[in-house]
C-alpha cells in the first residue's frame, strides 16, 4: 500500500526553524521527484521546493530561497525541508508531492503538516 506522510509541523516563533519530514512507503522513491507545496487559508496552493531525482539539483520558491533547504535521503525514503528564519508568512499547510510522472510513473501527495509562526 502506498502511503506518504508528512511530520515535524508545529508552533513556531518568528525567527525560528522546524525541520519537516516526508516519508514515503509502498515503493521506493529513489526515480521521483520530491515537491513540497503549501497553502494558507484563502489563499492559492503554492510551490515552496524541490529535489529532483538523479542530479539532486534543487530550485526554491523566491519568497523562501536562502531561508529553506530540500534534502533527501533515497535509502530512508524520505525527504526533508529545513526552514529557518520563519516568518508569519510562512504559515500553512505543507504539502509533500512525490512525482513520478517524467518517467512514467505515479504521482503522490500527503495529507500535509501544519506549520504555525506566530509570537
Known amino acids: 500500500q502506498v502511503d506518504v506522510v508528512e511530520s515535524g509541523g508545529g508552533l513556531v516563533q518568528p525567527g525560528g526553524s522546524l525541520r519537516l519530514s516526508c516519508k514515503a512507503s509502498g515503493f521506493f522513491f529513489d526515480k521521483y521527484i520530491i515537491n513540497w507545496f503549501r497553502q494558507a487559508p484563502g489563499k492559492e496552493q503554492e510551490f515552496v521546493a524541490r529535489?529532483?531525482?538523479?542530479?539532486?539539483?534543487?530550485s526554491y520558491a523566491d519568497s523562501v530561497e536562502g531561508r529553506f533547504t530540500i534534502t533527501r535521503d533515497d535509502a530512508k525514503n524520505t525527504a526533508y525541508l529545513q526552514m529557518n528564519f520563519l516568518q508569519p508568512e510562512d504559515s500553512a499547510l505543507y504539502l509533500c508531492?512525490?512525482?513520478?510522472?517524467?518517467?512514467?510513473?505515479?504521482?503522490?501527495w500527503g495529507q500535509g503538516t501544519q506549520v504555525t509562526v506566530s509570537s
Open positions: 529535489i529532483h531525482q538523479s542530479t539532486r539539483g534543487t
Open positions: 508531492n512525490i512525482d513520478g510522472r517524467l518517467m512514467g510513473l505515479g504521482e503522490y
